[in-house]
């Protein structure tokens, strides 16, 4: 007999998250006054007092898939996990549990353009599609584009500690952007820069998408999500509560915010938990070849 058909692939996942959590381990510091000879004291690990340690699930047990055209904005309130999210999207962090899957390698925006503030933003252009993996050929063939992008006109030639905040992120933004990453990781960045430089980065992003790529875009701007994004994921104290459409998820996570801020704890702990029972579970199957299939 035949072996069974495989049903169709609807999508081409890019990233699938399987299972991942995050627990981050810091050292408490003793509160109020010390002394020298106090605190030498602490530091052997003696006495009342002595450095605890803290644990924080920054990440718990999340999982979800993100297909080719993805425009996936992430929301939550702060301290949520969400840069965490990206940091190990882009293997920066390895997730105590779990895996996470890519079908290349995330770029996050701002990161990995690790830049020198004492050069100039011309100088910083070509360190960072360097440090990007950029030939010099590319270099040359991009380098007025990313000017370009980056809206930065004289200052170009200028050091970027010259720069205001917006200016560097800005820049920063126009370098990474310029890798044609298949998927791109935005931390933020949208939120920064004028209105002209939001219009042109979001031109940009959807230029990714549309080159069949996946961006995430992480935004304490819901009308950012709801005007960048085809999916909205939404991230709470570390748990993943909502995947939906960006006009759904933003409902939902206004909705929730509104019962807190007025002292209905008890309610927001209601709509997050009916949410997260809704969520569709995520089965994966790995295939041959390293990669996963997600239904
Ligand atoms: N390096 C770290 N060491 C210890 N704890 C950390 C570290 N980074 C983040 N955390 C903790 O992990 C949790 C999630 O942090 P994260 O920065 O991922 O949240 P976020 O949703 O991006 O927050 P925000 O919206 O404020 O930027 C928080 O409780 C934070 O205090």
Redesign the pocket.
Known sequence: MDAPEMSPVLHQPTVVVDDISVV?R?KNQPAGRTNTRKTLWQALGRGAGADSAVR?T?LRNVSFVANKGDSIGVI?R???????LMKVLAGLIIPDTGRVYASSNPILLGVNAALISSMSGAQNVRLGCLAMGMSHSEIDAKYDAIVDMSGLEHEIYHPMNSYSSGMGARLRFAIAAAVDPEILLVDEALNTGDAQFKERSKMRMQQVTQQAGTVFI?S?SLSTITSTCNRAIW?DKGDFVMDGTPDDVAKEYRNFIWRINEGNADYGRQIRAELMASLPEIRTTLLPNGWKRAR
């Open positions: 981050y810091t924080t920054a939550g702060n301290g949520s996990g969400k840069s965490t992480v304490h991230i």
